[in-house]
C-alpha cells in the first residue's frame, strides 16, 4: 500500500520559508519520480516541482530560485522536501506530495498539507 504522507506546513510572513516533507512508503523510493503540487482556493492544482529517481530537479517558473526540491534516499528516509524561501502570498494553498508508478501505471498523492503566507 502507497503511502505519502506530507508535514511542514504552516504559517509564515512573506520573505520567510517553510521546509515541507513528504515521507514515501509502499515504493520501491530510489526508483521513483517525486513532485510536488498546489492548489490554492478556487484555483487549479498545479506542479510546483519535480525531483527524478537521480535527483535531476525541475521547477515551475513562478518558483524558480526560491524553492529547492531534495530527496533522501539513503537509510531508508525515504524523504522528498520542499524548501521555500522569499514566500510570497500568492504562494499560499494546500500542497501535495506526487509520485507516479510504471507498473501498475498509476498515481498516488498525499493528504495535504496547508501553507498560509500572510503579507
Known amino acids: 500500500q502507497v503511502q505519502l504522507v506530507e508535514s511542514g506546513g504552516g504559517l509564515a510572513q512573506a520573505g520567510g520559508s517553510l521546509r515541507l516533507s513528504c515521507a514515501a512508503s509502499?515504493?520501491?523510493?530510489?526508483?521513483?519520480?517525486m513532485a510536488w503540487y498546489r492548489q490554492a482556493s478556487e484555483k487549479q492544482r498545479e506542479l510546483v516541482a519535480s525531483?527524478?529517481?537521480?535527483?535531476?530537479?525541475?521547477?515551475a517558473d513562478s518558483v524558480k530560485g526560491r524553492f529547492t526540491i531534495s530527496r533522501e534516499n539513503a537509510n531508508a528516509k525515504n524523504t522528498v522536501y520542499l524548501q521555500m524561501n522569499s514566500l510570497k502570498a500568492e504562494d499560499t494553498a494546500v500542497y501535495y506530495c506526487?509520485?507516479?508508478?510504471?507498473?501498475?501505471?498509476?498515481?498516488?498523492w498525499g493528504q495535504g498539507t496547508q501553507v498560509t503566507v500572510s503579507s
Open positions: 509502499g515504493i520501491i523510493f530510489s526508483n521513483s519520480p
Open positions: 506526487n509520485t507516479k508508478t510504471l507498473v501498475p501505471v498509476r498515481e498516488y
Open positions: 525531483i527524478s529517481s537521480n535527483g535531476l530537479p525541475k521547477y
